[in-house]
């Protein structure tokens, strides 16, 4: 199992999805109720392997938050075996253990990993470890969770029958496929003259969804009709403006390293000269927007269902 789902990190589509969306996944009526009739996986999935990536996380009653969703589907048709691995914050995964066992666990360097693994093969769903005692959603809720992402998820030109508009719907990055020190330093065979030639970096495709891409599609996908799009447009919530919401915070009294000559700086380094800091105490004041209210959080930017 381990071998086959590794691929839906090394190989697997990758989504990143706006703030908002963890929200309304959390919301969404496949990740709270009871009981779900599950259609056909392979034509729901945007991709057989997929792994998306949420920057404000899933937040369900006590559970630890849900950064990420990582899918892989195996074989086809009635042998069709759907995995699903939920992702949490690695530093989250012992403080719900015993302490005995959270002691003696070994955490991954890796500031997220997966905390709960759900399977359904032959109409049968399970979980396999104890997603209590790592904080992870049951399997029924992990499910859910994948196809309210596949629900939210705007269609794209890869779809079938959909209109070739996904340039206002995802935004296509590129990134190295292992980042960090060495990436990319794998050698070739050798070549003509017996040296190695380097190997260039493997890439991968990251596709960034904007927020006026998250109304949820209607299907069959027909034409909505006045009354039905004005009812589509009111349950979208678009992300607010953090510039708009950001408050004023508090900064107490401190000292730091300022330019002697503030007035003059510019002129002074045109000329070639040299500005040297110096230390100043700096009285207590109120940074942010005036006219806002102060936040005693001193947050900067004000992120919804976000502590």
Request: net charge neutral; with cysteine.
């Amino acid at each position: 199992m381990c071998m086959n789902f590794a691929a839906a990190y090394r190989t697997g589509e990758v989504w990143v999805v706006p703030h908002s969306m963890a929200d309304r996944i959390a919301h969404h009526p496949l990740a709270n109720q009871a009981s779900m009739i599950v259609g056909s996986l392979e034509e729901a999935a945007p991709a057989r392997d997929g792994l998306v990536y949420f920057p404000t996380p899933i937040y369900i009653d006590d559970l630890h938050p849900v950064h990420g969703l990582a899918w892989h589907m195996e074989g086809t048709g009635s042998d069709l075996a759907f995995s699903v691995e939920t992702i949490t914050d690695t530093q989250l995964l012992p403080t719900r253990l015993p302490p005995s066992v959270a002691a003696s666990t070994k955490l991954p360097l890796a500031p997220y990993c997966p905390n709960g693994v759900s399977t359904l093969i032959g109409g049968v769903l399970a979980g396999y470890g104890n997603p209590d005692s790592f904080g992870a959603p049951d399997p029924g809720t992990a499910l859910g969770l994948v196809l309210a992402f596949w629900e939210l998820r705007a269609p794209t030109a890869r779809d079938a029958d959909v209109p070739d508009e996904s340039g206002t719907v995802e935004d296509t990055l590129t990134v190295f496929q292992h980042a960090g020190p060495g990436h990319g330093t794998r050698k070739s065979a050798h070549g003509r003259k017996g040296k190695r030639a380097k190997q260039s970096p493997r890439k991968r495709r990251i596709r960034v969804i904007r927020e006026p891409a998250h109304i949820p599609t209607l299907a069959p996908r027909a034409r909505l009709t006045d009354a039905a799009d004005s009812a589509l447009a009111a349950e979208h919530i678009p992300e607010p403006n953090w510039r708009d919401e950001t408050l004023r915070w508090e900064v107490s009294m401190k000292h730091q390293n300022r330019c002697p000559n503030p007035h003059q700086h510019r002129a002074i380094i045109e000329a070639g000269g040299e500005c040297k800091p110096v230390l100043v105490p700096v009285k207590r004041h109120f940074n942010g927007p005036k006219g806002r209210d102060v936040d005693p959080r001193r947050t900067v930017r004000i992120v919804p269902e976000r502590p």
